[in-house]
């Protein structure tokens, strides 16, 4: 990252407290990371932040409920519905009125919800193999969701655990750093297992053709947690969609192609 980091914290709905941090300036980008133990909105886009930031964005990292710094309730269930009523309500805290949502995995999904719920919120939407398009069967028959939710399920979870789980989200393993490893395992540690194994999504897939906005999708090929059959789903539902698609890489597009979807996304935003 090129510029500083600015956090703010928000008190929302159920007294939970949902923690952005921000960078830049300009026209409003948020960035929401997917889920998985020690997910967060820093971890997940640190490779991109700085690039919108340095070409006159505003970038918005949210933790989504249940992640990085944010409230970790338990004995709950981790609905789409709770996580995209509190990310709105601490986005319009934070002062946003129009933004464009960047969102990777569940993060896509959330997207895809606060652009059905407040479409005059969302100006644009990118979306890099963005979930809640299937049903939660066909999610768990994906390799990296099962392996995902039987590691952190257990009473054993550790830090190669969560290497080993960090090392299914991309193709190459040399993405997989060792202060990426720890920064995430620091956040798991802290985190309930009902932020997984309660997550309960409902397939949006029928109303893909209600989003009117501009939409760019990515999506790795190796892809081992969402089924690439999502692509048609959008053509064949959305008037306006557009995606770019990369051999050789797996569910962290933005980590993997981090060069390329940069200046492929903010091409978009500035098109």
């Not at 997917?34 to 070409?55: E, K, M, T």
């Not at 709950?76 to 009523?85: G, P, R, S, V």
């Not at 540690?189 to 999504?201: A, E, F, W, Y």
């Not at 959305?238 to 993997?256: A, L, M, P, S, Y």
Request: net charge negative.
């Amino acid at each position: 990252m090129t510029k500083d980091i600015r956090h703010s914290s928000y008190r929302v709905s159920g007294g939970h407290e949902i923690v952005i941090a921000e960078t830049g300036g300009g026209p409003a980008v948020v960035f929401i990371h997917g889920s998985g133990p020690g997910a967060s909105g820093l971890s997940n886009f640190r490779q991109n932040a700085g690039y919108f930031a340095d070409n006159g964005f505003r970038v918005v990292l949210p933790d989504l409920i249940g992640y990085g710094g944010s409230s970790k309730p338990e004995g709950i269930d981790y609905t789409l519905e709770l996580f995209t009523d509190t990310l709105h309500e601490a986005l319009v805290a934070h002062g946003l009125d129009k933004v464009v949502l960047v969102g990777n995995s569940l993060g896509g999904g959330i997207a895809i919800q606060m652009a059905l719920d407040h479409p005059e919120f969302v100006e644009r939407l990118i979306l890099m193999a963005p979930g809640c398009i299937e049903e939660r069967e066909e999610y768990f028959k994906m390799p990296g969701i099962a392996g995902m939710v039987s590691s952190f399920g257990g009473p054993d979870f550790n830090e190669e655990e969560q290497r080993r789980l960090i090392t299914n989200l991309v193709h190459d393993p040399v993405h997989v750093k060792d202060a990426l490893v720890k920064e995430r395992f620091a956040v798991a540690r802290t985190q309930p297992k009902d932020v997984i194994v309660r997550m309960r999504t409902p397939n949006l897939r029928p109303r893909l053709g209600e989003l009117k906005m501009p939409i760019l999708l990515f999506w790795g090929r190796n892809e081992r947690f969402m089924p690439l059959s999502g692509i048609d789903y959008f053509f064949d539902s959305c008037d306006d969609v557009r995606c770019i698609t990369f051999n050789g890489t797996g569910h962290w597009v933005q980590v993997e192609k981090a060069d390329e979807f940069n200046r492929h996304a903010v091409a978009f935003l500035r098109g």
